[in-house]
């Protein structure tokens, strides 16, 4: 099976009414528990359908809809409050952001460098750090959308 780990576009990070997880929320959820409810807030946006702020995801509505017709089931998707900077407005006074929810993948790994083990098995899994690793049937699925700022990576199995 080959899998790759994505590093996608960060056009912003956790905005001010973000709740945070607890300790338990992490033990029951894994890392995506770090965060219970999330506001992204942007500060750029370079028009990628799959943003990242550690160790949350959140993809456009139009990804979003196009997943939840495909066969994946993987994945958890939450709603989140997403907000532009003052920044943002600044730079960008007329760009309109399309709608996001959050990502969570299902799967687990564990990474170290290029190389992976204990991997659950699933489209989508999280590492224990939040890194995002995909099959190569879940890449060719999100390569039909805007990930041109994503980096990929492969992994060899170690």
Known sequence: MRLYFLEPEVSGGHGEQTIYGTEENVRNDGISGQVEFLHYEFEGWLGDDLIE???TFIISNNLKNKLL???FRD???EDCL???SDEF???YPNKK???FSRFIPLGTIEIEGKSFKNWSG???SLSLKG???VTQKALDFLEKFSIENCDITRLKKS
Do not use: A, G, R, W
């Open 89 to 91: 407005e600044e730079l």
């Open 53 to 55: 702020s550690t160790p």
């Open 75 to 77: 994945y958890k998707l």
């Open 69 to 71: 017709k495909s066969d």
């Open 122 to 124: 699933h489209h989508f």
């Open 82 to 84: 997403v907000t532009t």
């Open 131 to 133: 890194e995002l690793v």
């Open 97 to 99: 952001l399309p709608s």
